[in-house]
């Protein structure tokens, strides 16, 4: 042996930090699969989703008479310009119908007007039909020709409007 072999095997005895190797890392945490914890909040927030969507379409078809009647009275206030005292009808008319779908248990029908519009006040946290608007319209079948101021019909369709923006649909006083 040469006095270099015995010199290096002197130096490997001698210095043990020589052996070592470098430290090996554990391999990076995997992403998927997912814990538990990340499962059940997807499920939750899934669920969540879901409700809200279901709860969002049953409210709009729930309502969709309330659009429909608004839709409608946009429609009369263009369709009678000239005819007052058809537009009015029309309008009651309206009512009826809204009311009849929104209350089917109630019989508005066949009632008079003044009565119809107190019976559709107590649907309503607030009323919206005075008397005075009430004893105008109640008045008007029995007049010979009936002439209707404009600003009836702008009230009319005013508190028609407010009501069925307003108006409860299962109100227990109803």
């Not at 006040?121 to 008007?140: H, I, K, S, T, Y």
Request: hydrophobic share 35%.
């Amino acid at each position: 042996m040469s006095a270099l072999d015995t010199n290096s095997q002197d130096v490997s005895i001698q210095d043990p930090l020589a052996q070592l190797r470098d430290i090996h890392l554990p391999d990076p945490i995997s992403w998927w699969p997912p814990a538990i914890g990340w499962w059940l909040l997807v499920a939750l927030l899934g669920a969540a989703i879901i409700y809200g969507l279901r709860w969002f379409l049953n409210q709009r078809a729930y309502n969709c008479y309330r659009t429909e009647a608004l839709r409608s009275l946009d429609q009369l206030k263009t369709s009678f310009i000239n005819d007052r005292l058809r537009h009015c009808q029309e309008i009651l008319g309206l009512l009826r119908r809204t009311a009849k779908t929104a209350y089917p248990q109630l019989s508005l029908e066949s009632e008079p007007t003044p009565s119809m519009l107190s019976r559709l006040n107590q649907c309503c946290a607030n009323p919206v039909f005075n008397e005075n608007l009430q004893q105008r319209l109640g008045d008007l079948p029995y007049q010979e020709n009936p002439e209707i101021p404009p600003s009836l019909l702008q009230e009319l369709d005013e508190t028609t409007r407010k009501w069925l923006k307003k108006h409860r649909r299962k109100a227990p006083s109803c």
